[in-house]
């Protein structure tokens, strides 16, 4: 098994070389909407790896591997840089994830500050941070955050109610969205549980001004659930799966 996991690695961390080398590393982006206003008003780009065959290569095949072979700083500048170009001259607000290891990289940082100012895309920008990796320095962390929303852009806190998860944090990094994690939703229907942490969260979000965002909403049932429970936005299959091209969703 560990010679089967070395060799998996060795063939991932190649194929992610030679992707961002040959320029198959490519962005979908999957719609966000508004429970309120009933349409589809931002995006969340999303990292995919197209292999030598033209085959679409989901990130849980390669994205902790590319972390392991570091590579995975060069993924987030990629992904950066394709989602600004692409949203440049467009009207939709989009969001991209940023791990504690991208933030606090001086490197993936200036780069994100150069974009933003080199495109003049803050107003359209949020910035979603893996909460879950927790954080050790808060200073270090709001520094970025203050600096990019300084200059127009959002936070959102994403994957909210699992690992580390902790409404101080929400305060903390000044948070405009709460992203509500999957796996509290996907079970919201049958889990009385999850729905108790759901309501907790989105009574919170609304005494401290945040908008909420529940992912994994695979179902018309789901969906109709988060809405009763006041969650102001809803992301997933049953919205719609990640695409290629924005314009391509109806």
Not at 14 to 41: F, S, T
Not at 210 to 228: G, L, M
Request: net charge negative; with cysteine; proline share 2%.
């Amino acid at each position: 098994n560990i010679e089967k996991e070395f060799e998996e690695n060795i063939y991932w961390s190649e194929n992610i070389r030679l992707a961002l080398k040959q320029d198959r590393i490519i962005v979908y982006y999957q719609p966000i909407y508004n429970n309120e206003l009933k349409k589809i008003e931002k995006y969340e780009s999303l990292v995919r790896l197209k292999d030598k065959d033209g085959e679409i290569i989901s990130p849980y095949k390669f994205l902790e591997i590319s972390k392991k072979s570091k590579q995975y700083l060069k993924l987030t500048k990629r992904i950066i840089a394709k989602s600004f170009e692409y949203f440049k001259d467009k009207n939709s607000e989009f969001s991209v994830n940023l791990t504690i290891k991208d933030i606090k990289s001086q490197e993936v940082s200036a780069f994100i500050i150069d974009k933003i100012k080199e495109y003049d895309i803050a107003s359209k920008v949020v910035f979603e941070i893996v909460e879950s990796e927790g954080i050790d320095n808060f200073e270090e962390i709001n520094s970025f955050i203050d600096r990019v929303k300084e200059l127009g852009c959002k936070i959102a806190i994403d994957d909210f109610g699992s690992g580390y998860s902790n409404f101080e944090y929400l305060i903390k990094l000044n948070a405009d969205y709460i992203k509500i994690d999957g796996s509290l939703i996907k079970d919201i229907l049958v889990n009385k549980n999850n729905q108790e942490i759901v309501i907790t969260i989105v009574d919170f979000a609304k005494r401290q001004g945040f908008k909420t965002i529940a992912e994994f909403v695979s179902s018309k049932e789901i969906f109709e659930k988060v809405k009763e429970l006041g969650v102001d936005y809803a992301q997933g299959y049953y919205i719609s799966e990640p695409k290629p091209d924005i314009l391509t969703i109806a």
